[in-house]
């Protein structure tokens, strides 16, 4: 292995442990805002200073690795896809982030009914469901992988498509619960955002792998609105 | 653990997180100083061609030294062992140390110093002779006789060299049947069989093509566990990929001296800066 | 006719030029050797080989000048070689560029055309009269080793400067001394171009003659020499003498003699060469 391959190395060693931190965040915060949590939701907050501070550690490997090695072919789209997924993990870390801050801030926890009805557990669960493929998928450059993780986005696009029109209705009945229903709703979008995040990680390894521009095409993508 | 606890401690291993980094650069700047050059000024004749330099380069590292041509970079070099010595008119002030030593006192002994501080040229030049006396040969000037110890010692440079494995088979043949790259790494080989504890490189790869050039600098990285380099190249990248310690030179006067990293990313100097990203030079 | 033309006639006519006086050369020099050959090849035979001179023609044979000429060969090279190579070495390696050495390299190459005579009257003075060695072997070598001198160092000194000078860097880069460097490196590198020199300065001094009459060197010689201090005759004295007496028997041993001498010169040039040869093919540089 050449000096170059161990630093390429270390770099997607950085990522998975980044992906690692992201999901444990996404997953307490899961837990936190279906159980209640308030102190999960602490821990939550706890720790992302610890992502953000991995963020600018990887951001400086990539600094380092542009001025320093030149990387051309699939190093260079490698690096740049790495740098671009490391900023979109911050982004979903800070969704974690911002869940627990809804947890923190609510006096008593929503109706479940509400969280049922709109479909919030399965959105988690793709979301996380979607994170743990797409760092297999770039583990073994699996772009069928990856393709898949992408197609998925379009399940969290419906659910929060639906959720404003089912959200309207339970405020229209149920005048108190205004604000945690707002922080549902605003939680959905959250989660639908991190669900765009993942899909764009997935853009960047079919990039990486075989030097396709998915972006602002619309291929594959079924959904037409984003609500 | 309550879940005080488990903050608590998640708060401390954010801060030693946070820590690691500086620590290990911090290790780093804590090794030796192998070389020291102090009110460095060298003259040929009337003209100076080095104007007072300060350096300072620690053991187990490589070191850089770029510049336009004409810099001094390749004269500084070889103040480190001495090999202005056979120039016309050459001159110097100051004071250069190995291992705390100065070397350019009366009474030193230069073929010694020259066994402590190898070379490798631009150009290989290897002896018209057989790889095996090319490499042995700087055992055979110390009057080492014993022929197993020099043909374990020619093997072990070899392969540190990564050269053994393609003439393991006919040591006897002519260095000079062997291609320019090869060459070079037997240059190389023959520099380490005398056991130095520096390595200067004067543009060691710069007649080569771009294969056994990219040999080279992996070499050249493996090397620096053990050896403490010096390399003067005209190839940027190359100081880049390769160089822990980065030395710009211009016009005789030594404009930044830092990490890599640092130059590569954020040099001090203007002069670095445009010099690096080839806006002149 | 046009320009080009022109210069492409110019071109044809110098090539014709240098062919006719190249063919010239060769023919006269053809002819020469066709003339001797036919002269004197029959005359050569064991008895004239091992013969000793005598005044009958059909009885002389050229046995003590081809000893003596083996003598003076041997001894000149013995004397010649060391101190020349070594005088080169140290011009070269050891003393300081100056005006002083450019001078004494101006003079040394002068010397290598100065008259041979004048070297047998050095020789006389120095060897036989001052350091009281007679007409031997030992004086005629020692002169014909003055005369050849220059020429040895000078050829000494152009194969040293081959060598290139990055072979003497990275010896001195290694540790090695100047003379480590000089013993281990520039001699046996340059060794190939010594030698060649040494032997052509030599085969120029198996035909010298003039410098050897001085000394003292006699044409009737009846034994060949035993010690260096023996006195002794040389092939070309021997040739001399043969070709000046008026008897056609000695002419024919004159052409036999030359004969020898010829072999004797160009089986030298051919070793000078294969040797140049051989080294060139090492030193691929």
Same mark, same amino acid.
């Not at chain 2, 202005?84 to 016309?88: A, E, G, H, T």
């Not at chain 2, 070397?103 to 030193?108: D, P, V």
């Not at chain 2, 040591?171 to 062997?178: E, I, T, W, Y």
């Given at each position: 292995m050449t000096h170059l391959d161990a630093e390429l190395d270390q770099l997607r060693q950085a990522i998975h442990e980044m992906m690692v931190l992201a999901h444990s965040q996404l997953e307490k915060s899961k837990r936190a805002f279906l159980s209640f949590d308030k102190d999960l939701a602490q821990e939550i907050i706890h720790y992302e200073k610890r992502m953000n501070s991995m963020e600018l550690s990887i951001d400086r490997d990539c600094e380092n690795l542009f001025a320093l090695f030149q990387p051309v072919a699939s190093d260079l789209r490698f690096v740049i896809s790495m740098m671009k997924i490391n900023s979109g993990l911050e982004r979903i870390g800070d969704y974690a982030d911002g869940i627990a801050d809804y947890v923190v801030d609510l006096k008593k926890s929503i109706d479940p009914e509400a969280i049922k009805v709109v479909n919030l557990g399965e959105m988690f669960d793709i979301t996380l469901s979607m994170l743990t493929d797409i760092d297999v998928a770039i583990d073994n450059k699996d772009t069928s992988l990856a393709r898949i993780v992408y197609k998925k986005d379009a399940e969290l696009n419906e659910i929060n498509a639906n959720a404003s029109n089912i959200i309207r209705d339970i405020m229209v009945k149920d005048t108190d619960q205004i604000r945690p229903l707002m922080f549902l709703f605003s939680t959905v979008r959250k989660l639908e955002r991190v669900g765009d995040h993942i899909k764009n990680m997935a853009e960047e390894l079919i990039f990486y792998t075989e030097a396709e521009v998915l972006k602002h095409k619309g291929k594959l993508s079924t959904s037409k609105q984003k609500g | 653990m309550a879940k005080e606890d488990e903050m608590v401690v998640a708060e401390v291993v954010n801060k030693i997180q946070e820590s690691m980094i500086t620590l290990v650069e911090d290790v780093v700047e804590a090794k030796e100083t192998k070389l020291e050059a102090s009110n460095i000024e060298v003259f040929y004749g009337h003209f100076q061609a080095i104007k007072n330099i300060q350096m300072k380069m620690p053991s187990n590292s490589v070191t850089a030294f770029i510049g336009p041509s004409g810099c001094g970079k390749s004269t500084f070099l070889r103040l480190f062992n001495r090999m202005?010595? $056979?120039?016309?008119g050459f001159s110097m002030k100051g004071e250069i140390k190995l291992n705390g030593e100065k070397? $350019?006192?009366? %009474?030193?002994n230069v073929e010694e110093l020259r066994k402590e501080v190898g070379m490798v040229f631009q150009k290989p030049n290897p002896f018209p002779k057989s790889i095996f006396e090319n490499v042995a040969y700087g055992l055979k000037i110390q009057g080492i006789k014993d022929k197993k110890l020099i043909a374990a010692r020619v093997e072990t440079a070899l392969k540190q060299a990564d050269l053994w494995e393609e003439v393991k088979d006919d +040591? %006897? %043949?002519? /260095? +000079? /049947? +062997?291609s320019g790259g090869q060459q070079q790494r037997l240059c190389i080989a023959r520099t380490l069989a005398v056991e130095p504890s520096v390595i200067l490189m004067d543009e060691p790869t710069s007649a080569l093509d771009p294969i056994s050039t990219a040999k080279i600098e992996e070499l050249i990285f493996q090397l620096k566990e053990k050896y403490t380099i010096v390399i003067v190249t005209h190839n940027m990248q190359q100081a880049s990929r390769i160089s822990d310690y980065t030395a710009f030179f211009y016009m005789g006067e030594l404009i930044e001296h830092g990490k890599t990293k640092e130059i590569f990313t954020?040099? %001090?100097h203007e002069r670095t800066e445009n010099y690096i990203s080839g806006r002149f030079g | 006719m046009s320009k080009s033309n022109k210069a492409r006639g110019k071109d044809k006519a110098f090539a014709v030029w240098g062919i006719s006086c190249t063919m010239i050369g060769l023919i006269l020099l053809a002819i020469f050797v066709g003339n001797i050959v036919y002269d004197g090849i029959t005359r050569i035979d064991w008895s004239f080989l091992t013969s000793l001179p005598s005044r009958k023609p059909e009885k002389a044979g050229s046995y003590t000048a081809m000893m003596g000429t083996v003598w003076i060969l041997v001894c000149t090279a013995i004397t010649a070689f060391p101190i020349g190579v070594a005088a080169a070495i140290y011009l070269e390696e050891y003393a300081k560029k100056s005006r002083l050495a450019n001078l004494l390299e101006i003079n040394i190459s002068n010397l290598a055309g100065v008259p041979s005579i004048i070297y047998g009257l050095l020789g006389l003075e120095v060897f036989v009269r001052i350091m009281d060695l007679g007409a031997s072997v030992l004086a005629g070598s020692f002169t014909l080793a003055l005369l050849i001198l220059p020429i040895i160092i000078v050829a000494t000194r152009e194969s040293i400067r081959a060598v290139p000078s990055s072979i003497k860097e990275a010896s001195l880069a290694m540790g090695a001394t100047k003379w480590q460097t000089i013993w281990n490196q520039t001699l046996p590198a340059s060794f190939g171009g010594i030698l060649t020199g040494v032997i052509i300065a030599l085969s120029r001094a198996v035909g010298e003659t003039a410098p050897l009459i001085v000394i003292g060197a006699l044409a009737y010689v009846p034994f060949a020499p035993e010690t260096p201090m023996d006195e002794f005759s040389v092939l070309p004295i021997q040739i001399f003498n043969w070709a000046s007496r008026p008897q056609h028997g000695f002419a024919q041993n004159a052409a036999a003699a030359i004969i020898i001498l010829l072999v004797i010169t160009f089986v030298m040039n051919g070793i000078a060469v294969y040797f140049r040869n051989r080294w060139q093919k090492k030193m691929k540089w």
């Open positions: - | 202005n010595d $056979y120039v016309d070397i $350019y006192r009366n %009474k030193i +040591l %006897k %043949k002519s /260095a +000079l /049947a +062997l954020n040099p %001090k | -």
